[in-house]
């Protein structure tokens, strides 16, 4: 058999590469990393293709494609939700991503995505809050204690020096798995029974649970004035965590709000409702926080150039290293009007 | 480290793998076997969700995502289309798909789709003709000599017996290529110096030419009646292949009639220009060939459920085979929301 061309070849990062590249780095760093390539990203919105989430919806859930482009790179994320895996065993979230070439179209990187989208979301959100939340916060509460709960908590201890984490779950199982894997790891850890405990004394309120419908997570007499809310759960039509008091009386900073509208915390909200968008925040166009007493939420969906920004970092931080096997994936024969001769040529 | 769990595990197809396959199977078994897959998926048409593709365009080309789903699989193809690419040694168009169980949202398939693609246009271009050619044709003019001519030949051949094919391409060298490729495959093979002699005593006439731009391959006078028109290179806006009193002339046929009105040879006719969708002929709704002087013009443009067939035929056919390897592409912690327990545990 002919050695396919180097063109023909796309690194491919496993799972297992791509826990093996994140002990290499360091979580920690790899979610400053991260979050300083989303930040780069935010800086330079305005030249990103920005399409809506192509999404094919079922019964029991949803399966998405979420492209962008810089011109340059384009990138894709494939994405599956279905809130009654868990139950079955399986992730309710799943994700492979891949990174092209916009001159040639070729592929260039083609990754796991589930760790990754993992630590992107986190590092987004301590990137936000490093805009948003009160200067010096040091405790934060974490309502919801899934496969989110630990990255939110090293990310906020990485980017903006979190001392404290107050967990909460309804699920004490989850409370108790979240409160192991964080052990070691520099943080303070408080285990709580209740939301309510789980805020007191808390500068940054973290929502993200699971359950798909309007729930209020937090109500609106839980939130007291100059917080930061991180809200993380309510990220598809009717899937929301707080009350809808709470987004009235707060500064809500958001992705892209086409999107955040039909997805977001604001679903709840008239059509007009004012928000900020973080990149103009990041870009220095617009204030993120501007008082003590103001209550931030950065109500978050997640959008495709955080995905880009995250398949754009695993490129660079892979070259030279063997965090990755190359996948001979695209035909390329010596004569490009010669597909059919490269498959006779391979026969015997 | 632990290993992944089957879930986990995504079976791919390479390349090489995929031309193994090819001739494991034989070249025009496995066109036949297509275009039955196709067929049958033509035959439940209405059940497909059927989306416009995702276009990410650029000065020098466009990278598209094509997804669709019968409710039970959900699959895409990545496609990228690149024409200035021939002239750098790489391929115009490269692709490669995906297919995914709707229920958990989890990838069963990945694949390379350049060979494959290639494969099912030809396949969909002879099951067009068996619906549509004049009984008994067995002479086909193939204009364009490029990455598709040999397919189509072969095609043709295994799915409606076509005895003799006349090439012609305005470069020789395309035309000498395609020639010594079909030699030895059981067909007459005749080469042709004009276009007008390539028609001759043809019943099929194929277009498959690359240029971008409105172009008149066959010209209105240049088509006589009784025959039946196979155009495959008018696919995207502002590509076309045939003068406009041609389509005037025949009855058209198309895959998907929003798609088709925008990227086909119909781009030139008014919006309500009158085409028969294939599927309904198929389905027997609505017939194909009607008359001996009757002119069929199948123009096709590819449409994402040729795409869908073309990979659920991959993954019936390389079960029990060795033709694929599995990928770590899906983290599956035991736990589904232990996603960071997982990482932890596979330190060191």
């Given amino acids: 058999m002919t050695q396919p061309s180097d063109k023909a070849l796309v690194p491919f990062v496993s799972v297992d590469n791509m826990m093996r590249l994140i002990h290499h780095v360091g979580i920690e760093q790899m979610l400053r990393d991260l979050a300083a390539y989303v930040e780069d990203d935010f800086k330079r919105w305005e030249l990103f293709d920005k399409t809506p989430r192509v999404a094919s919806h079922s019964d029991v859930g949803v399966i998405e494609l979420m492209p962008t482009s810089d011109g340059e790179a384009y990138g894709f994320k494939y994405v599956n939700g279905h809130p009654k895996n868990t139950s079955e065993g399986l992730q309710t979230v799943t994700a492979f991503g891949l990174l092209a070439d916009v001159y040639t179209g070729y592929p260039v990187l083609l990754t796991e995505m589930t760790m990754l989208t993992a630590l992107r979301t986190a590092a987004t959100s301590a990137m936000a809050a490093k805009y948003l939340a009160p200067k010096g916060a040091t405790t934060m509460a974490m309502i919801g204690n899934g496969a989110q709960s630990e990255f939110q908590t090293l990310a906020m201890k990485a980017i903006i020096g979190l001392k404290s984490v107050r967990l909460y779950d309804k699920d004490s199982a989850a409370t108790e798995k979240c409160a192991r894997n964080l052990q070691g790891l520099g943080i303070e850890v408080v285990s709580c029974k209740t939301p309510e405990e789980a805020i007191e004394g808390a500068q940054i309120l973290t929502t993200c649970t699971a ?46 709000p086409p999107q955040t509208r039909i997805e977001g915390e604001i679903q709840q909200m008239p059509e007009d409702f004012a928000v900020t968008e973080l990149w103009e925040v990041i870009a220095g166009k617009k204030q993120g926080r501007t008082a003590d007493r103001q209550i931030t939420l950065f109500d978050s969906v997640g959008f495709a150039i955080e995905d880009f920004s995250a398949l754009r970092y695993i490129r660079d931080r892979i070259k030279g290293t063997d965090y990755f096997i190359d996948l001979d994936m695209l035909a390329d024969p010596d004569d490009p009007r010669d597909l059919f001769g490269m498959l006779q040529r391979a026969k015997g």
Same sequence: chains 1, 2.
């Fill in 211 to 256: 359950d798909k419908q309007y729930a209020t997570i937090l109500t609106d007499n839980m939130v007291g004035s100059g917080v930061h809310i991180n809200a993380i759960g309510g990220d598809c039509p009717g899937k929301t965590e707080l009350a809808a008091g709470i987004l009235s009386r707060s500064d809500v900073f958001v992705e892209y």
